[in-house]
C-alpha cells in the first residue's frame, strides 16, 4: 500500500495526508475538497486544505 501525499503550497515540500492506499482507491476518490485538513504543516505551521488534484502516491517501501 502506498503513502498518499501533498505538497506543502508555501514551501512546495511533500507532506503526508495520513492516507495509505492503491492507485484504483485514489483514482476512485471524488475530485472535491477533503476534510480533515492537514493542520500544523511540518514545513510552514499552517492548516492546509487538499483536493483530489493535489495528491499523489509514494511506495512505503513495504513488501
Known sequence: M???FMDC???WKPVYVGLN???NQLEALEPVATDPNISNCPH???SHRFE???LYLRADGGG
Do not use: I
Open 2 to 4: 502506498s503513502q498518499v
Open 9 to 11: 503550497p508555501t514551501t
Open 21 to 23: 492506499m492503491e492507485w
Open 44 to 46: 510552514c505551521g499552517k
Open 52 to 54: 483530489k488534484r493535489d
